[in-house]
């Protein structure tokens, strides 16, 4: 069946007409979630100016009519729509079901994330609304008979659409400007949610800096670092488990109501109860948390093109393995050896798209089985807690919490179901945690009944948080400056066999103060006795207890 032609319209119209359909449809249908948030934060003013509440939906529709008139020629205007339309059907659906906005932040995330995890997102709910939103109106574009004039006709005709709209851009500006100077210094971020204007400026800065800008010079920051062990006769092992998308106010050794680290609770770990990410999306968060740059001076291509301490560490000699169960390293260990899980691996932990996290195990036993050098820094790169499949990251004899939300349109579950279906992650990742400090243990008490000594430590941090529907919000990504606390207090768990009650309780005292990623760097420096130029002790958390 042809369903093209089940559109049928006989009638045609101008240019202008179609642009100002068009408008109309982007103003007051994708653009609803930016004029909520405008209405919200106006009414909600003791005293507020009708007329200018009035204006902002006109202001909206001058700017969309200026902007598509710039695709008003003959055999570009229709393709141009309904690329847009697609477009703005994929960020209209994006904003108003789960509240993101696409800044350069998310944009990168976007361009950098893999195609199973975008796959994650697509269920009969987002087909239907991306029908309904942008095919639908697609098809009716293609079939509208546009009446084109003489070039010229034509060219004059469109000054019939543009000159009325930029007399009402300047007219609402000129009138209204100190309430929108108002309203948008006491709500940063608002303009974020224009659609599809953010996203394409976002998408253009993305591909300037990342394609068209010149090269970068690699950069040493330290050509000598060395290792400075108390006692060359002893063996050291860090674990860096690296999390996904887990927040710190669910964990129950943070005082969350339900028993979420059932498997750790006795194995005497520290955690750091205000620890915050560097960013909400692993694309930027990863790469600054092995990073010797700070949150407020981090940038990703200055970061990429500079050691971090992975490098370091492999430098200064020591053994460095990264083994990866989700997608990718963001380029952090693209210069050591590392192992990627295969989910398409005859393997019972994988289903094709996704592995269990308990898959990690056998090359991490593998690896501290076989060891090459007394130094050596293991990174486990866990799929954690990643939604929205998040049923998907444990196997059914680890759900604990139900009922839960065995699907992918997280929205349409109640909260309940939601919240249990994320603890489950948690849970299931205290488990792997659990199997962690397990080995390590048994390979520790092995050496020594051969009269050797191994010191054995790991950490447990994530890359950012989660939202799981409070205020409307969900998953993660947003801008900064706009996320909720959720999406940035992520949990740090730290556990060593070399650590003595004085030196458990000096770290528990320092738990109490607040951190972030910005430490991690400075961090495991200290812990793994790393000599290197680039360490700051103030960063160090572990230095005040040694």
Known sequence: MNYLSMISIKKSISANQLIILASLYFTFIFNIPFLSRVYTAVV??????????????????????????????????????ISLTIYSSLLFFSTITYGIVFDYGMLQNVFETHPAEAFSYFNLYSLVFFVITGIIPSLIILKINIHYQPLFSELLT????????IVMLLLVAIVFYSNYSSVGRNNRGVEKYLIPFQAIASTVHYVKKNYLSPPMKFSIIDDAPTLETSDPSISNITVLVVGETARAKNYSINGYQKNTNRHTENLSLVSFKDMYSCGTATAVSVPCMFSALTKENYDGRKASHQQNILDIAKLAGMDVLWIDNTDGCKGVCKRIPTIKIDPKSENPLCDGVYCFDLALLAPFKEKIHNLTSKNTLVVLHLIGSHGPTYYRRYPEEHKIFTPDCPRSDIQNCSAEELVNTYDNTIAYTDFILSKVVEELSAHAASASLQEQKINTSMIYISDHGESLGEGGAYLHGFPYSLAPVEQIHIPMLFWSNNIDTSANSCLAQLAENKYSHDNLYHSLLGLMEVHSKSYIKEQDLFSSCK
């Not at 469109?158 to 709209?165: F, G």
Request: zero cysteines.
């Open 44 to 81: 909600s003013q003791e005293v507020y100016n009708l007329p200018f509440l009035i204006s902002v939906p006109l202001l909206l529709l001058s700017l969309v009519v200026i902007f598509l008139t710039l695709f008003s020629v003959k055999y570009v205007l229709k393709g141009a729509l």
């Open 158 to 165: 469109r000054l019939k659409v543009l000159i009325p709209a």
